[in-house]
């Protein structure tokens, strides 16, 4: 049996050509090499030079700054900020490049650990309202609308990792909302970003259904 990997559907023997798309089905053009890039061991050995760089170099610095602290005021305080400042470091920057996440991971993992950050501010300087009112919305906010856009533009409609990323902007609105709504807080961003992540997220499960009901037509003649 045959099969067209542009159409994604098998084909009896006895047909030469794709009845959907007319692509030849010869079998020797159906083998193909895709080289992908970077192949070069020299490059990716320099790429995981430079992320260990930024690593030690990153922990040498907080190390420098919480003795500087430690030496001058005897405490830690400051530093509070150096510390949570490097993890989120390394979990939105330094993870991703080197265990080579999916977007759908980076854009979730990002989204958790800069609106924990946020929170962390505002509760660590006790200047409650500006955090759980306007920053983590907008910017839940901004990452529902540039991922699902990322989804639709590049066809990222395979698989279910975009599914998971937009159900948890979901409820991490849904919640943000919640709380400024029993809380008396300021509404409307976070019922704008609660409205727009909803959407998009139902949006997205019926663009996938449709693409997914497109491929089984596809795959079964139907």
């Known amino acids: 049996m045959l099969h067209c990997d542009k159409c994604d559907v098998d084909i009896k023997d006895?047909?030469?050509?794709?009845?959907?798309?007319?692509r030849d089905l010869d079998n020797k053009t159906q083998i193909?090499?895709?080289?992908?890039?970077?192949?070069?061991k020299i490059w990716i050995s320099k790429r995981n030079i430079l992320i260990n760089m930024l690593f030690f170099?990153?922990?040498?610095?907080?190390?420098i700054s919480i003795f500087l602290e430690l030496l001058i005021f005897k405490r830690i305080w400051y530093n509070w900020y150096v510390i949570t400042?490097?993890?989120?470091?390394?979990?939105?920057?330094?993870?991703?490049l080197k265990f080579r996440w999916s977007f759908s991971a980076i854009s979730l993992i990002d989204s958790l650990t800069i609106c924990s950050y946020i929170l962390f501010l505002e509760l660590f300087t006790h200047s409650f309202g500006w955090g759980l009112n306007y920053a983590i919305p907008m910017f839940l906010l901004f990452c529902t609308l540039y991922t699902t856009i990322i989804i639709v533009s590049r066809n990222y409609y395979q698989g279910y990792?975009?599914?998971?990323?937009?159900?948890?902007?979901?409820i991490l609105s849904t919640a943000i909302f919640l709380y400024n709504l029993l809380s008396g807080g300021i509404m409307w961003p976070s019922l704008v970003t609660f409205l727009t992540s909803?959407?998009?997220f139902i949006?997205?499960?019926?663009?996938?259904?449709?693409?997914?009901?497109?491929?089984?037509e596809k795959k079964f003649f139907i």
């Open 14 to 22: 006895n047909i030469n050509n794709c009845p959907l798309c007319g």
């Open 32 to 40: 193909q090499s895709f080289v992908c890039y970077p192949d070069d």
């Open 57 to 63: 170099i990153s922990i040498i610095g907080v190390v």
């Open 85 to 96: 400042g490097e993890a989120l470091f390394l979990l939105a920057i330094i993870a991703p």
């Open 161 to 170: 990792d975009f599914v998971v990323c937009l159900l948890v902007l979901a």
């Open 198 to 200: 909803v959407t998009c």
């Open 203 to 216: 949006g997205f499960l019926i663009f996938k259904f449709k693409k997914v009901k497109a491929q089984i």
